[in-house]
């Protein structure tokens, strides 16, 4: 039996006697919440149904770009020395970009003597025909002043050899120098060919080191390039989820930004053994518009299970205590704490086998 004191009980009813004197009411505070706005015997949860669904679940994996076209760029010309590079590995150039120079130094030896004998022949030609002329000038005044006619015959016959020999003259020292300019034009186009020239759109993949003034072999690899207009891209398949011919998405852009793109894996080993096999698959994308999405931070996403007709509630719904899922279900206002069967979740929804029924509510916090 309890024990109640005296001197509390007294106590208690002066306190209350006070409470409940004459004095008027206290007003009801504006802070407090009105009282026709409290709903008793109601509880105030987050709740969610349980349905029936489709449950999709896929495995995720970063991919970057692989090029499966690849090019080794050699220089054929022979006796040529290394002079520079003029892309670096990794940067993206397009078909007529220059990747290489080179020097020819016999070739300029040679294009340097052609260029002094044509200007040597060109004043010799010049000097030689202003000589000439002046000569036949000469006889020409010769012949006017004559008066005696065996004196003007002879100096008609000179004025026309004088004539012919310079004819003769131009015409040998002209194809002398028509010559000698084709000779340059031809040692010109091959110091013109001294650069390495890249055959179509690409990507630097690697390029052979080479110092300034190196030799350059005949047919020597110097650059290995990778055609851009056939990218793939490449994904860590250790798992096995990426299938061949299996449809995948794609997500591309920044964080903030992501958008999907669709592919298909067009290679794919998991069908050979474990010790051949590389543990990448390959994914060609579908056609999309390149100027308007930035491809960057790929990740591709490979559906593992979708099944149909399944019991789904949100996977916040679900608690693991002791290594077992349960749920707490609303019923008749009453909370009831049910351990389930949860067969696999993903990121949103978890799909249970037994525990709860289709249209039940459950509370998520």
Same mark, same amino acid.
């Given at each position: 039996?309890? !024990? ?5 009980? /007294? ?12 004095? /008027?009411? &206290? ?18 949860? $987050?709740?969610? =149904? ?15 770009? +692989? ?8 220089? %054929? ?24 120079? +080179? ?9 340097? *003597? ?8 060109? $004043?010799?030609? %010049? ?5 000439? #002329? ?14 005696? !006619?065996?004196?003007? %015959? ?12 310079? $004819?003769? @003259? ?5 194809? #002398? ?26 990507? &630097?993949?690697?390029?052979? @080191?080479?110092? =300034? ?61 474990? *010790? ?13 518009? #390149? =100027? =308007? ?22 996977? !916040?719904? /679900? ?6 899922? @349960? ?21 949103? $929804? ?16």
């Amino acid at each position: 039996m309890f !024990r109640i004191d005296p001197w509390k009980a /007294a106590l208690c009813l002066v306190c209350t006697a006070v409470l409940t004197g004459g004095s /008027a009411a &206290i007003p009801e505070s504006e802070s407090l919440i009105s009282s026709d706005l409290i709903e008793t015997e109601t509880a105030n949860y $987050e709740t969610a =149904e349980v349905y029936s669904g489709t449950y999709e679940r896929s495995y995720s994996a970063s991919a970057s770009e +692989f090029y499966p076209y690849t090019y080794q760029l050699r220089y %054929e010309n022979s006796g040529a020395k290394f002079g520079e590079y003029l892309v670096s590995r990794g940067d993206t150039v397009q078909a007529g970009d220059a990747l290489a120079t +080179f020097t020819l130094e016999k070739d300029e030896v040679a294009l340097s *003597s052609l260029q002094l004998s044509l200007e040597r022949t060109q $004043e010799a030609l %010049e000097t030689s025909l202003e000589e000439r #002329e002046t000569a036949i000038d000469a006889l020409n005044r010769q012949y006017a002043s004559a008066s005696d !006619r065996y004196e003007r %015959e002879l100096l008609a016959l000179q004025i026309a050899r004088a004539e012919t020999e310079l $004819e003769q @003259y131009t015409y040998q020292q002209n194809r #002398e120098i028509s010559a000698l300019r084709e000779d340059i034009t031809e040692l010109e186009e091959q110091q013109a060919n001294t650069v390495l020239i890249s055959p179509f759109d690409g990507e &630097i993949v690697s390029l052979t @080191y080479k110092r =300034e003034g190196d030799v350059v072999s005949s047919g020597e690899v110097l650059v290995t390039l990778s055609r851009t207009d056939g990218m793939l891209l490449a994904v860590d398949n250790a798992s096995g989820y990426f299938r061949y011919g299996m449809q995948v998405v794609v997500e591309v852009g920044p964080a903030k930004d992501r958008v999907q793109l669709t592919g298909q894996v067009v290679g794919a080993d998991t069908l050979l053994p474990e *010790s051949r096999r590389l543990g990448y698959a390959l994914i060609a994308l579908d056609p999309y518009d #390149e =100027e =308007e999405i930035r491809f960057v931070n790929p990740t591709a996403h490979a559906p593992t299970y979708y099944l149909e007709n399944v019991l789904l509630l949100p996977r !916040r719904a /679900a608690v693991l205590e002791g290594g077992k899922y @349960y749920v707490t279900k609303l019923v008749d206002g009453m909370v009831q704490k049910r351990f389930v069967n949860l067969i696999m979740n993903n990121t949103t $929804e978890a799909w249970i086998l037994q525990g709860v029924s289709p249209g039940e509510t459950v509370i998520l916090d």
